[in-house]
């Protein structure tokens, strides 16, 4: 959606926000998929009410970007804008065993700047891509952790109030890959309270971890992670595996040959093509299984 409200256009330098037209979703997903709009840059959180009445005052649909490694965008032009908080640093501070993040700061590098301050516990993360924002929104987790075990503390802008709130880790539940934030929440900041550990101690975690997905995911083909979650007990990845889909295609939309629960775009794939082989993926597990694969990767394909 090309902005054209002259409103929304003369107020933007005003608030700090950059609007960068004709934006290729394909180009900042890891999918390498989706269509064209104009993406607002956010400098300064607090310009996100603001922004936001008058966007919605206006009527203009929106949808928030964090690092875009969890994503499945449409083709073509899209029909709503795309916020996105812009990098600033410095973005992360520590304060003992506590680390305060911005949400845009990048995940790996958060993990590894605490652990250099020997504050341990999330080596599982290393290896997941995207932002803080990105993670705290999905509940980000692997190898036994997930990042809500840490969570102290969210600052967000709280759509249904229309203000930047905080909310305390009593008022946040966080499950596997689900959390009990409102669709239109956006995350700024979090506090997290992290275990102390010695560095190196950390670094044997991290490289662990790190092995662990290079043998096991394609992490230089263009993917969104894992695409189903695990059904309650089981492995979707196993399942798809065992029904002997690795390499099944719909155009350039695959199963991995590494890990079946990844779907890779091998080439020029489509939004439609991904969407048809995730259905399909779907079909064939619920019929030899009678499970119903709940999807992780979040689908912007309205
Ligand atoms: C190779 C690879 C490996 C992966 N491995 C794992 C893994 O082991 N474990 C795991 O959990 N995930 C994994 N993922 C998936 C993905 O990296 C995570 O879900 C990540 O946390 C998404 O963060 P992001 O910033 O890229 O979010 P995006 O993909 O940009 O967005 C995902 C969702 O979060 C929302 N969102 C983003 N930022 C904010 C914010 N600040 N406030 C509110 N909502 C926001 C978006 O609107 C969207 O709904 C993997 C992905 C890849 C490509």
Partial sequence: MKLSDPRILAALPELGVERIGGTSLAERTSLGIGGITDLLLIRRHSALPDLI??????????????????????????????????????????????????????????VTFCAKNDLGGMEGLIGVPGTVGGALRMNAGAYGMQIGSYVRRVELYRAAEARIETLRQNHISFEYRHTSFAPDDIMLAVKLELPSKPYREIL???????????????????????????????????????????????????????????????????????????????????????????NEVILWTE
């Fill in 53 to 110: 009445v008058l966007l919605r005052g206006a009527s203009v649909a929106y949808k928030f970007l964090g690092g875009g490694t969890n994503l499945l965008v449409r083709d073509g032009e899209l029909p709503w804008v795309v916020l996105q908080l812009a990098h600033q640093e410095p973005d992360m501070r520590l304060e003992g065993n506590y680390a305060h993040v911005d949400a845009a700061a990048d995940l790996g590098r958060t």
């Fill in 204 to 294: 044997q975690g991290i490289r662990v971890c790190n092995e662990k997905r290079r043998s096991s995911q394609p992490l230089n083909q263009k993917s969104a992670g894992c695409i189903f979650k695990n059904p309650p007990g089981g492995s979707a990845g196993r399942m798809i595996d065992e029904l002997g889909l690795k390499g099944f295609s719909v155009g350039d939309a695959r199963v991995s040959d590494r890990h079946a629960n990844f779907f890779v775009n091998v080439g020029r794939a489509t939004s439609a093509d991904m969407l048809s082989l995730i259905a399909q993926i779907h079909e064939r597990v619920h019929a030899a299984y009678g499970v119903e694969l709940e």
